[in-house]
């Protein structure tokens, strides 16, 4: 069983920053590729980004590509979505998701399967 827990959300101004963190319970967390997620009110939910279990692969959402980053702490079982030139259309709870193969298209992305997903984190951008 792995747990997973968001923080680093909240309120930013357009163009600002903010450090997303998930951080997981359980020995197994290296074993897991790691995906973020968000949902706007009254959207569906949207892939962000994708982290392969080294790290080694790496996917992004064409909507954030050059503005976030995600990275991972094996030893620390974390995984951190970078997130720079914040606009208004970033607002969202985000989401973070565990799952045992690394998907890295989106039509894999949007079918996938994931094992476990944290609770999510707000995080809104002001204009």
């Known amino acids: 069983q792995v747990q997973l827990v968001e923080s680093g959300g909240g309120l930013v101004q357009a163009g600002g920053s903010l450090r997303l963190s998930c951080a997981a319970s359980g020995r197994t967390f290296s074993r897991y590729a790691m995906y973020w997620f968000r949902q706007a009110p009254g959207k569906e939910r949207e892939f962000v980004a994708a982290i392969s279990w080294s790290g080694g692969s790496i996917y992004y959402a064409d909507s954030v590509k050059g503005r976030f980053t995600i990275s991972r702490d094996n030893a620390k079982s974390t995984v951190y979505l970078q997130m720079n030139s914040l606009k208004p259309e970033d607002t969202a709870v985000y989401y973070c998701?565990?799952?045992?193969?690394?998907?890295?298209?989106?039509?894999?992305?949007?079918?996938?399967?994931?094992?476990?997903w944290g609770q999510g984190t707000q995080v809104t951008v002001s204009s």
């Open positions: 998701a565990a799952g045992r193969v690394f998907y890295g298209s989106t039509y894999y992305v949007l079918h996938g399967t994931y094992d476990y």
